[in-house]
């Protein structure tokens, strides 16, 4: 046996660990999904792996021509590996967590390199050594095939983590599930159903945008205790299956369908398929004899729900829950929802048709749980919004802000715009970029938000000459005054403009991409 | 898996025993299939203790006895869990870990009933059974609790309180105080003990040197109010929170000495270590409709101007000359926690029970939804501490 060629594998295997950190870090941060992996390895491949192969190539032939020299160049290459890993992790924005998981990972691919490391060295075989250092430099190969090793180990544990949370909630016999999924509004919705019945429960629900299987069990087995009384759970689906997957755990006897939209299109395929899924949460909770409450309002839905069971709830007055006289003012909406015949008048800080929606759901399901008129109009009056979600704010001079600068989706600008209308009496205001990163759509999304803003503002500043001509092209097709067109190169530039016009009359709509800490 | 509820009793305060009472009581009466219990001792020296024979009342009697049959216990929080770490002997041997979910104080007067437990379990984060810091502290202090109830309108007799230093300072001026501004008979009180302890009721001026002497041996802040001569003592007690709350029927306790003393509410009844419950005492007081219905509801409004939370017991005075009713003081962990009243409410004491808990875990909804810590690092953004202070940067430097 020679001792210099197994010392020098021995450091290529080191290295090779200190390399692999970065590669983990990529997968847990691709959630484990190997295709999500090898998408960022794709972009990624370049200048690095290059340099990798030209080091291989040399341990390999210095393995052939000299031991020692061989042993010296893995030796130095080992410092280099460390430093550049020790490195990457300091910069990157989000860094691995070291997780069990993570662990049991690279133990399995030390244990693979040590068996190798091994196996060439009681053989004294130089071809299996070559083929050693070609696999120390070959991280994605080495990621895989840790991940590979360990799926079944992962799959066995992820199997008692969901069957440990079967129990918790199968034992907890006073528990009542809810179940809120929807192409969209299913986090607000989350959270202000959450609100609503900590009136007069102990909830818990799945934190932040949590919405699949484990993220479900997580919060099960980490959150739930005995006094809980009810559990929202938010369902997410990228494929048909998924939500009764969600409920196959949970068993909810309550669910909330808040909408059927084109999302995720490129794994559903259809719009069919999309509500198929969506409608497995009220397949569950009708087949145990629980309540879905649908979004009536959403045209997919309205055709789907016309069997009885269904509870809808929207705008329409001849749904059982519906939200009437909508009114936005700059202290936010004020509506009156109707429960199943009881009028409750409500006022909240939130803005825009989909949080009224949102709202309409929560209450619904609130007074069905026997929440009080009284407690429900408390609590819709204590939500807050989402930072830059449309969010009301006191603005120069006494003026009103809605700030919706994290919003880029088209239809959501539209809304947005709507919601400024609404502000009857005051000088309407908007402050936008303009959308971008939307495609081939972006023109046409563009054009749309300039036709819908020269027609309900009374001052349109678009920031940046280039990126606003769009919506430029399209306010120039309208009647709307040029002197109230404002296009200027910076925010600032904005600022002034509205320093000068700003007063107790003025609501002014900050749309999409604007500095985050412009409005302290 | 059952709600984990620890209940706190002893501490260092005058009232120790009666708190084992109270508390030995109540573990008894609290639905096993619902909560875990982990009784918590606190010892007069302050150390936490736990085991299964702090359940058996018997054993309190040799106490040495007792305390070695327990194991210190610890309390922290680790991140969103308050934690109960229970010692265990052995050289390797690891802390047993219980998550707590539930507090309740079950513990009378200073150090423990005045604030100082609810602080402690507030600073930890677990939802705890009763009055939060604030009303705690009111009602521990009978000068303080009469200026709140003055402030929201309700009936206290007029009070002097002076300070014990300034009495030995000049005995003669606060004796002249007291008799030209109250006059007698008048009662001399500690300002924070419940129990009756350190009450004197003065009849002449030379009894009043007594009385106070004995008052400042337990406060040094005294209390004198007038002594209303013909006294019926009426107690009511309320469950609920600021926001909705019930009375209890009334109850009147059997005067046997001038004021029901601390050796007659605890010490001299005939069945031994029963607490409050085995007082003598009419339930309901014998009053007429409307009377009842005022004391009721002056009970709720007291209740609610002191923001108080759970069980309390509110003792009121009752002028039989004049049929004035007084708010005399507030218990806001009475004794036995007057599940007597409640079960003549109609209320069994399990169930008073629950009902304290839903209280405790509805008050930590409430102060979860509140905002009390702004998420992001108002520091990570800002430069320049030092030489000027950061006063400009409290001016509102948000703004950029």
């Known amino acids: 046996m020679d001792w210099m060629l197994f010392a020098a594998g021995f450091f290529a295997v080191l290295g090779a660990l200190c390399a692999l950190v970065r590669h983990v870090q990529i997968l847990q941060q691709s959630s484990y999904y190997p295709s999500r992996y090898s998408g960022w390895l794709r972009t990624a491949f370049g200048a690095n792996a290059v340099f990798s192969l030209f080091v291989m190539a040399i341990l390999i032939a210095l393995l052939f021509l000299s031991p020692l020299a061989c042993l010296i160049a893995a030796a130095i290459s080992l410092p280099f590996r460390l430093i550049r890993a020790v490195k990457l992790q300091k910069s990157a924005i989000k860094k691995l967590v070291v997780t069990a998981r993570v662990k049991r990972l690279f133990l399995a691919v030390a244990i693979f390199l040590a068996i190798f490391l091994a196996l060439a060295a009681w053989l004294d075989s130089k071809i299996l050594y070559a083929v050693l250092y070609a696999v120390c430099f070959a991280q994605p190969l080495l990621t895989l095939c840790g991940w590979g090793l360990t799926l079944p180990i992962e799959k066995a544990i992820a199997r008692h983590y969901k069957n440990d949370a079967k129990q918790i909630l199968r034992e907890h016999k006073d528990l009542t599930v809810i179940g809120v999924t929807g192409s969209y509004g299913k986090t607000s919705t989350k959270f202000i159903l959450a609100r609503l019945l900590e009136e007069g429960f102990n909830v818990v629900a799945t934190p932040e945008s949590f919405n699949t299987p484990m993220g479900v069990v997580r919060t099960v087995r980490e959150k739930l205790r005995p006094q809980t009384q009810i559990f929202i759970c938010e369902m997410g689906a990228k494929n048909v299956g998924d939500i009764r997957e969600i409920c196959e755990i949970a068993d909810p006897s309550i669910g909330i369908i808040t909408s059927v939209g084109p999302q995720h299109l490129e794994t559903f395929g259809s719009i069919e398929q999309v509500a198929k899924t969506k409608f497995e949460l009220a397949d569950w909770v009708l087949g145990k004899n629980g309540s879905a409450f649908v979004n009536g309002d959403n045209e997919i839905i309205r055709q789907r729900t016309m069997a009885p069971g269904f509870q809808r709830y929207g705008t329409d007055a001849t749904f059982p829950y519906y939200a009437a006289n909508i009114r936005y003012h700059a202290g936010g909406s004020a509506f009156d929802l109707i429960l199943d015949g009881e009028r409750v008048p409500v006022e909240t800080k939130l803005l825009g048709m989909h949080n009224v929606l949102n709202i309409t759901a929560a209450a619904a399901v609130a007074h069905t749980l026997g929440i009080e008129a009284d407690a429900i109009r408390y609590a819709v009056s204590q939500l807050t919004a989402t930072p830059h979600r449309l969010e009301l704010k006191r603005f120069l001079a006494g003026s009103t802000l809605i700030d919706d600068a994290y919003n880029a989706n088209p239809e959501g600008c539209l809304e947005a715009v709507r919601v400024l209308g609404a502000f009857d009496g005051m000088k309407k205001v908007i402050v936008t970029p303009g959308l971008v990163e939307l495609g081939e759509k972006e023109y046409e999304a563009n054009y749309a938000l300039g036709l819908a803003a020269a027609k309900v503002c009374d001052t349109i500043i678009l920031v940046g000459q280039k990126r606003s001509v769009p919506l430029a092209d399209a306010i120039k097709t309208t009647p709307f005054p040029a002197e109230a067109l404002h296009i200027v190169d910076r925010f600032a530039d904005a600022m002034e403009v509205l320093t000068e016009l700003a007063d107790l009359k003025t609501v002014i709509l900050f749309e999409n991409d604007l500095p985050d800490n412009y409005a302290g | ?400």
Not at chain 2, 170 to 191: Q, T
Not at chain 2, 316 to 326: C, E, N, P, R, S
């Open chain 2, 1 to 400: 898996m059952k709600t984990n509820l620890a209940v706190f009793f002893g501490c260092r305060s005058v009232e120790h025993e009666v708190s084992i009472i109270s508390a030995v009581q109540a573990m008894h009466q609290i639905n096993r299939d619902k909560y875990n219990i982990i009784p918590v001792y606190v010892k007069k020296s302050g150390e936490l203790v736990t085991g299964k024979v702090l359940f058996d009342m018997d054993r309190y009697r040799d106490l040495p006895s007792l305390l070695k049959e327990t194991r210190p216990l610890s309390i922290f929080r680790r991140g969103d869990q308050v934690i109960l770490s229970i010692e265990k002997s052995g050289l390797f041997a690891k802390p047993e870990e219980i998550p707590l979910d539930i507090a309740f104080p079950i513990v009378h007067g200073t150090n423990c009933e005045d604030g100082t437990i609810q602080g402690y379990l507030s600073f930890l984060g677990v939802p705890y059974i009763g009055c939060n810091v604030a009303a705690s502290a009111v009602g521990m202090d009978k000068a303080v609790f009469k200026a709140v109830m003055r402030q929201a309108g309700l009936p206290v007799l007029d009070c002097v309180t002076f300070r014990s230093r300034a009495y030995f300072a000049d005995k003669a001026a606060i004796c002249h105080r007291l008799e030209s501004e109250i006059g007698f008979p008048l009662i001399i009180k500690p300002v924070n003990l419940g129990s009756s302890v350190g009450i004197s009721k003065v009849h002449t001026a030379a009894e009043l040197d007594d009385a106070i002497s004995l008052a400042c041996s337990f406060s040094e802040t005294i209390l004198a109010e007038r002594a209303v001569e013909q006294i019926r003592e009426i107690n009511c007690a309320v469950l609920g929170d600021a926001d909705r709350c019930e009375a209890s029927v009334l109850e009147e306790p059997f005067m046997q000495d001038e004021i029901l003393s601390y050796e007659n509410k605890y010490l001299s009844s005939s069945s031994k270590s029963k607490g409050m419950a085995s007082l003598g005492r009419k339930i309901p007081a014998e009053l007429p409709d409307d009377k009842t219905a005022e004391i009721q509801s002056l009970a709720c409004a007291a209740f609610q101007a002191m923001g108080a939370n759970g069980v309390a017991r509110i003792d009121f005075i009752l002028d039989k000359a004049t049929g004035q009713v007084y708010l005399n003081e507030i218990n806001t962990i009475p004794g036995s926690l007057a599940f007597y009243l409640w079960e003549a409410s109609g209320l069994s004491y399990p169930a008073l029970i629950d009902r304290l808990v839903e209280l405790a875990f509805r008050r930590q909804r409430v102060r979860e939804t509140l905002l009390f810590a702004i998420d992001t690092n108002l520091l990570s953004g800002a430069t320049g501490f030092g030489a000027k202070g950061t006063k400009g940067a409290k001016g509102g430097s948000t703004r950029t």
